[in-house]
């Protein structure tokens, strides 16, 4: 949900209702292998931790909350964008060590994000912030590009302090993609997520997985990351990332394992790069 959506006097929100539908599509995923999710909502897109949790409770998955904050342009709140780097790196550790609120959720990733055209100073700020939160937590980063600018996310997170290994730039599939610019945020030691599977006004899905074949066959199999860029309960009008998109969840492990194995790449293969990777990521 877009920072603000709220506040729009217009929208009538069941609560009741999205929490049947975000139960109904975890529990499709959950039926087609899927036992434990990361929600990647940071603080500023309006993360519901009680939300997450009846929600985790009633489908029987396990699910990953997030702390950390959106770009400037779509997230942050005066509120953020005042506080220093200290600030608000302590504010991502006391949702990490103590919990969210008194909801009894604590954190268990970081996640940033940076606008389209250039990384802004409010969020170079909070690269910072979040590389300060995971030297003092340990907890893996996770981050959103838009369009690009993976290479500067991992050069000021690395040079902030951050383990190169437990930190994963997200987004790189997207239509900018090519191999000179994985190979350029790999040299920092991180890890490149492949995590808009389904979403075709990006690479289409084929292109997508030949892409990951590619990888594999280079020997990058434990620097890779799949997921979806999916919603399963967003208030307000849909974006345009929604719009025709795939059920959340399960489409990961049909339609694009089936689009993988035209590339030699079986579902089993899939399979370790869900488990395995995240397992060391979050190890």
């Known amino acids: 949900m877009r920072e603000g959506a709220l506040l729009d006097s217009r929208l009538d929100v069941d609560r009741s209702d999205n929490l049947a539908l975000a139960v109904e599509r975890l529990v499709a995923g959950r039926d087609v292998g899927i036992r434990t999710i990361v929600d990647a ?5 309006h993360r519901d931790a009680t939300f997450i949790k009846e929600a985790s409770e009633a489908a029987g998955i396990n699910i990953i909350c997030s702390t ?3 770009t400037e342009t779509d997230g942050q709140p005066a509120h953020f964008k005042k506080m220093s780097a200290a600030e608000q790196s302590d504010l991502f550790v ?3 060590n103590e919990g969210i609120g008194s909801t009894g959720v604590r954190a268990g990733v970081l996640k940033c994000a940076t606008s389209q055209h250039a990384i802004t100073p409010a969020e170079a700020k909070t690269l910072e912030a979040i590389a300060d939160a995971q030297y003092r937590t340990g907890v893996p980063v996770i981050t959103h590009t838009s369009a690009g600018h993976g290479i500067e996310q991992a050069k000021i997170l690395t040079e902030a302090g951050a383990r190169p290994g437990r930190v994963m730039i997200g987004h790189v ?13 790999l040299r920092h030691g991180v890890n490149i997520a492949f ?3 389904g979403l075709q006004v990006f690479p289409p899905g084929t292109m997508r997985a030949a892409l990951i074949a590619g990888l594999l066959d280079l020997g990058l199999g434990d620097r890779l990351f799949l997921s979806m860029d999916s919603v399963s309960v967003h208030i307000g009008p849909p974006s345009s990332l929604e719009i025709g998109a795939p059920d959340p969840l399960v489409y990961l492990m049909t339609d694009f394992s089936d689009m993988l194995a035209a590339y030699g790449v079986s579902h089993e293969r899939m399979i370790e790069l869900l488990t395995a990777n995240p397992g060391r990521l979050f190890g």
Do not use: A, N
């Not at 909502?41 to 897109?45: A, G």
């Not at 599939?173 to 945020?185: G, Q």
């Open 173 to 185: 599939d997207h239509k900018y993609s090519s191999f000179s610019y994985y190979e350029r945020i």
């Open 41 to 45: 909502t940071p603080i500023d897109l």
């Open 68 to 70: 950390g904050l959106y």
């Open 195 to 197: 995590d808009r599977c």
């Open 94 to 96: 006391h949702e990490i």
